[in-house]
C-alpha cells in the first residue's frame, strides 16, 4: 500500500512519542511504501539515521509553521497551540500530496494523545487514529499531595478530557471518520469504546527494537554485584510522576538496610522540591541526583541498579520500564496505566492505588522484600526479559500491518455496498 502518516514526533533513538513516530513508521515500511509528516527540527537525526541504516521505502516531508509563530512552543505552556497549528498547515500539505500520490491510507501516529485530534480524517481515504492514551486518571485521594498549582493542572486537565469526550466536534469527529482506533491503555480503550464502538483496536504503542535488546542491552544483563543495593528511578521531576513517593518508600528501606542508595536519573520543575524532601528526611547522603543524561549513560545506570522503582500516577506508555525489563532487573511500580498493563506478577511487584500513605508503604515494602531476597529479583528480572518479546516494536508491526489491511477491506466493502 501507498500509506500517508502524521507524526509530528519523530525521532530515532528516542523514547516516548518521538520513539512511537519513528518506529511504527518504520515498522510500517517494511511492508508498504511510507510518506511521513513531520517537523523540519526532526530533519538532521532523521537523515543521519537514514544515511546509516537507509530504508528506499521510507519517505520524510518536512512541515513546519512560519518563524514568527515560534513563540508558541516556547516552553510546554504555548506547546499544544502549536501543534494543533501545525496539523492544519499539515493537512493542508496532504491534500496536496494526494493529487500526485494515490494513497491507500491514512495514518495519524503522534502525538498519540485522545484530546488532541488531527484533520486527516478530511482526507477521502481510510484513516487510522492511534495509538492513543490520554484517559489515563490519578485518583483524587492523592490529589492532596499536589501543590496548588498541580492541583489546578489537573483540574484543567479533567476539563479538557471531558470537553473532548463530550463537547468537542473536532474530537468527535476525528472518532467518527476513523476507520479504526488504536488504544494504548485499558483506561483509554473503556472511554473509547462507549464513545466509538466496534473500531477500538488494542496495541502497547512503544517498545523495544530487537536489535536494540541485542546491541545495547546484552552486556548489561549481568548486573555488578556489590554489597551495595541500588534502587533506581529515571523520569522527568513532575508531580503525576510520583517521585516523592519513591523517596519517601525508599526512606524505609534505607532504615531497615543501611548499604541501600538511590540513584534519580532526570530533571523537571519539581526537582528542587525533592531534593529538599531527601535532606528533610534525613537521606540527602544516600539519594543521588545524576541530572539530565544521555541515553547511554541512562543505561549505565540500569547496569548498576538491582531494582527499577517507577511510582508514576499515570502513564500512558513508558520506555523505562521496557529498557529495565531488557536488562534484567525487577520493576516495583503502581498498578495503573501502562506500567501497570506491562508489569506482571512473574516480572515485578505492583502496588494497588488506595491513598497516598497505603501507595509508599506498600511501595516500601516491595522494596524490603526484594532487597532481601536476590533470587526473586533475579527470577523477576528473567521473566521480564523473556515478557519483553511481547513488545517488541517487530511484533507491533506486524499487528500494524494486519490493521492497515482491515482499515482498507472495510472501506472497499463500505464502497461495494454503497
Keep these: 500500500m501507498k500509506v500517508l502518516v502524521s507524526a509530528y514526533a519523530c525521532e530515532p533513538n528516542k523514547g516516548s512519542e518521538p520513539g512511537i513516530g519513528w518506529n511504527l513508521a518504520k515498522q510500517a515500511a517494511l511492508f508498504h511504501e511510507v510518506w511521513v509528516l ?7 537525526v532523521i537523515e543521519e539515521e537514514m544515511r546509516l541504516n537507509p530504508c528506499t521505502s521510507l519517505h520524510f516531508i518536512y512541515i513546519d509553521l512560519p518563524g514568527w509563530f515560534c513563540f508558541w512552543k516556547r516552553g ?33 501516529l503522534t502525538f498519540g494523545n485522545v484530546w488532541l485530534p488531527t484533520l486527516l480524517w478530511k482526507l477521502p481515504i481510510p484513516f487510522i487514529w492511534g495509538p492513543l492514551g490520554g484517559y489515563e486518571t490519578i485518583p483524587l485521594t492523592f490529589w492532596r499531595m499536589f501543590k ?13 478530557r471531558f470537553w473532548a469526550r463530550y463537547l468537542d466536534p473536532l474530537t ?23 464513545a466509538f464502538p466496534g473500531k477500538i483496536r488494542s496495541m502497547p504503542g512503544n517498545g523495544l527494537n530487537r536489535y536494540e535488546i541485542e546491541d545495547k542491552f546484552l552486556s548489561y544483563c549481568n548486573p ?30 534505607a532504615t531497615a538496610n543501611t548499604a541501600a542508595k538511590l540513584h534519580i536519573v532526570g530533571s523537571g520543575p519539581e526537582e528542587k522540591h525533592l531534593r529538599s524532601l531527601c535532606s528533610s528526611i534525613g537521606i540527602g547522603e544516600k539519594v543521588i541526583f545524576h541530572g539530565q543524561t544521555s541515553h547511554q549513560e541512562a543505561l549505565g545506570h540500569f547496569e548498576k541498579a538491582d531494582i527499577l522503582l517507577h511510582p508514576s500516577l499515570k502513564d500512558s506508555a513508558c520506555s523505562v520500564i521496557f529498557e529495565a525489563m531488557a536488562v534484567g532487573i525487577p520493576v516495583v ?3 495503573c496505566g501502562g506500567p501497570g498493563e506491562v508489569v506482571t506478577e512473574a516480572s515485578g511487584i505492583k ?37 519483553l518479546e511481547e513488545f517488541l516494536w517487530e511484533q507491533q508491526g506486524y499487528a500494524q500491518r494486519e490493521l492497515y489491511i482491515e482499515a482498507v477491506s472495510a472501506e472497499a466493502f463500505k464502497h461495494r455496498q454503497n
Excluded at 85 to 108: G, M, T
Excluded at 148 to 160: N, S, T
Excluded at 172 to 192: C, D, H, P, Q, V
Excluded at 351 to 378: C, F, M, S, Y
Aim: glycine content about 6%.
Design 38 to 44: 513531520t517537523r523540519r527540527n526532526n530533519r538532521e
Design 76 to 108: 510546554a505552556k504555548g506547546l499544544h497551540i502549536y501543534y494543533c497549528l501545525w496539523q492544519v498547515a499539515a493537512y493542508r500539505h496532504a491534500k496536496r500530496l494526494l493529487r500526485e500520490i494515490d494513497f491507500d491510507l491514512a495514518h495519524h
Design 148 to 160: 496548588l498549582k498541580w492541583k489546578l493542572f489537573e483540574f484543567i486537565r479533567c476539563l479538557i
Design 172 to 194: 468527535m469527529r476525528t472518532g467518527e471518520k476513523a476507520s479504526i482506533i488504536i488504544s494504548r491503555t485499558f483506561e483509554t480503550e473503556l472511554a473509547l469504546l462507549k
Design 224 to 253: 555488578i554485584d556489590t554489597p551495595i543495593l541500588n534502587v533506581l528511578m529515571v523520569g522527568r521531576m513532575i508531580h503525576w510522576k510520583g517521585f516523592d513517593m519513591g523517596i519517601q518508600a525508599f526512606k524505609r528501606l
Design 333 to 335: 511500580c503502581l498498578n
Design 351 to 387: 502496588i494497588t492505588l488506595k491513598n497516598p500513605r497505603q501507595a509508599v508503604e506498600d511501595l516500601a515494602a516491595a522494596l524490603i522484600h526484594l532487597g532481601n531476597d536476590k533470587a526473586l529479583r533475579q527470577a523477576l528480572g528473567a521473566e521480564g526479559r523473556r515478557r
